[in-house]
């Protein structure tokens, strides 16, 4: 596939482009000109349907871009587990995290049992979005999207470390 | 202590990580019932970015276990009556915690540790920061209402300095501001209108480098304080129009044992060794120091070639464009003029940073690279460029261990962390990463606050 994406957030100025190149692809800051396709989308509401421009001259590019841009999710317990995969030896990060699905009650233990633990609560998507790196867990915590039990110190760290995932998993 | 005969209300005055002065206004007697440790505040304090939102994404070990209180404890030497508002009187403050150790992320403990580290090598320093600003004649409200822009400058809107009777257009705000200085005890040097439109800036005669720090901060605070009063404008913005920008330039010199210690008569130059060591270490460590200089998302739009900030880490004898202005042509003048800082700098953590990186040239004797004698700017790619963003800026801090062992550790680590965190806020929180202007995002975070 051959070909230039541009995505542009319809609530501020973030933006981005996805250059396709037969199987290279390559990622640049902001809105390129060039961008044959240019999709323009919400954030913060996934309800809110994104406008796209261009679809109708670049079919393929758009049909590509949808399947690269809307991965299948993944559960939360896998979200989760990636997650403290990616975090767990950070410093002063807690022993253990318990993570319970509120739709069910299902739990998921991860690290050594015992204190000091931390615990996240909410609804599958909630938790979903929490671990997958698609919002800052503190906003989460904010909002009420999703409920914890431990330390000031530990909701920080959980955060950083949310936020180094969402960024790749390589920020500081 | 001053005699508080008269005095009902005492305001504390303590710097916090972003340089704004945080405080309390307290009853005399509570003030008074409060010492030695002082009146105690959220720990939050050294939490919240300046849009208010808490920069919960770290920990250190100073913090509470969850939310507890730190204390303001006075600097009773700096306890001064406001003469423009009778009853109040107002001390500088430094933060240490419930049993009285001090909090590590303090900006004004960690400048007293450097000067002390400074006189462990046997010197003392003498320094003085030039303050500048813009001063706009629509009041807070009505800037705000027109979100920061196309405010009309006090004075002449032309990009041109030191003219007399655009400073005269100045004069009942200014005068003012100097009745209010003066009344506060803040001896001052000089004033001008600076070549931006609304442009200002204010001298004062070199003191004890914490002392200076606490001239430049209050100094800004009563130019807001007056702005609000009369019914204007004033921000510390590095870049807050497409014209000039503000910068803070440190002044600063080392005595030994009362004497100047950076002039030898006997030396090329008249520089003497400790002085070609100081700059040395103010060149090495200029990058790390970058941060603490430039540390807003907007200082870097002041940090552009032919713009009065220097952007190259450069020092020559009396150059302007240079990142340090050498001044050795005789033993009353001779110091050196830090160039780099813009003027939304934290005064303590910037004069913190410079004097560290001195100290780290003195402690390994570091020569200064070669002078630069032409322009320094418009130069090629090849010259040593300062860091272009907050988040480079905050990567050579990490890398320099020299610089963050004088500045401390602990500091040094929550200030890079704060720094990444605008930049993270400034790219998920509306701003336009894009933009070749100041953007609404930097305005609405801080016009009103720095």
Redesign the interface.
């Known amino acids: 596939m051959k070909g230039v994406l541009a995505l542009r957030s319809s609530v501020d100025f973030q933006a981005a482009t996805i250059r396709f190149d037969r199987g290279h692809v390559r990622l640049e800051s902001g809105a390129a000109p060039d961008a044959g396709l240019v999709i323009t989308l919400n954030f913060d509401d996934d309800s809110v349907k994104p406008k796209v421009k261009g679809a109708l001259r670049h079919p393929l590019l758009g049909l590509a871009a949808s399947k690269v841009l809307d991965p299948p999710a993944r559960p939360w317990r896998d979200e989760a587990a990636a997650f403290w995969s990616f975090a767990q030896n950070a410093p002063r990060m807690p022993r253990s995290l318990l993570v319970v699905c509120t739709d069910d009650g299902t739990r998921a233990q991860f690290g050594e049992p015992g204190e000091p633990e931390y615990q996240v609560h909410g609804t599958a998507k909630a938790l979903q979005s929490a671990f997958g790196g698609s919002s800052i867990f503190l906003q989460d915590v904010l909002d009420g999207k999703v409920l914890v039990v431990g330390s000031l110190e530990h909701a920080s760290i959980m955060t950083g470390r949310s936020i180094a995932w969402a960024m790749g998993g390589d920020a500081s | 202590m001053i005699d508080l005969e008269g005095i009902n209300v005492v305001r504390t005055e303590g710097v916090g990580t972003d340089g704004l002065v945080l405080g309390k206004h307290l009853s005399r007697a509570k003030f008074e019932r409060s010492l030695p440790l002082g009146p105690a505040v959220s720990d939050l304090m050294f939490l919240f970015d300046m849009r208010g939102t808490?920069q919960?994404?770290?920990?250190d070990d100073w913090?509470?276990?969850?939310?507890g209180d730190i204390h303001q404890r006075p600097d009773l030497d700096t306890l001064v009556r406001i003469s423009h508002r009778p009853g109040l009187a107002s001390c500088i403050v430094d933060h240490v915690g419930v049993d009285g150790a001090e909090i590590p992320v303090c900006p004004r403990l960690t400048l007293k540790r450097v000067v002390n580290r400074l006189e462990a090598n046997g010197f003392a320093a003498r320094a003085a920061i030039e303050i500048e600003g813009m001063v706009y004649t629509e009041s807070y409200d009505e800037a705000r209402a027109k979100g920061y822009r196309d405010l009309t400058p006090l004075g002449i809107p032309l990009a041109l300095g030191y003219i007399t009777h655009d400073a005269y257009r100045m004069h009942p705000f200014m005068d003012e501001v100097i009745r209010r200085l003066e009344g506060m005890g803040i001896q001052w040097d000089a004033w001008v209108d600076e070549a931006a439109p609304g442009q200002f800036e204010i001298n004062f005669p070199a003191q004890d480098p914490v002392a200076a720090a606490d001239t430049a901060m209050r100094a800004r605070s009563v130019f807001k304080e007056t702005a609000i009063d009369m019914g204007h404008s004033v921000t510390f913005m590095a870049k807050p129009t497409d014209t000039y920008g503000s910068g803070a330039h440190v002044h600063h010199s080392l005595t030994r044992d009362g004497e100047p210690a950076f002039f030898d008569a006997n030396a090329p130059d008249n520089r003497s060794e400790l002085m070609r060591h100081w700059i040395g270490g103010l060149m090495a460590t200029m990058p790390a120091a970058h941060s603490f200089l430039t540390p807003t998302i907007n200082s870097y739009r002041r940090m552009a070639d032919f713009q009065a900030a220097p952007v190259v880490a450069t020092w020559a004898e009396e150059n302007k464009s240079t990142a340090l202005r050498v001044i050795s042509r005789s033993e009353k003048l001779a110091r050196v003029e830090h160039r780099v800082g813009s003027a939304d700098i934290n005064p303590y953590l910037a004069m913190a940073a410079i004097l560290a990186g001195g100290i780290v040239g003195i402690e390994q004797a570091i020569e200064p690279p070669p002078e630069t004698t032409i322009i320094a700017w418009g130069l090629p790619d090849t010259y040593p460029y300062l860091p272009r963003t907050i988040t480079a800026s905050a990567a050579a801090l990490?890398a320099d261990k020299a610089l963050t062992d004088v500045m401390g550790a602990v500091m040094c680590g929550h200030w890079i962390n704060t720094r990444?965190w605008e930049w993270?806020m400034f790219?998920?929180?509306?701003?336009?990463?894009?933009?070749k202007t100041v953007?609404d995002w930097e305005l609405n975070s801080y016009f009103e606050l720095i």
């Open positions: 808490p919960v994404a770290w920990w913090r509470q276990p969850a939310l990490e990444r993270t790219h998920t929180t509306g701003g336009d990463a894009g933009a953007t």
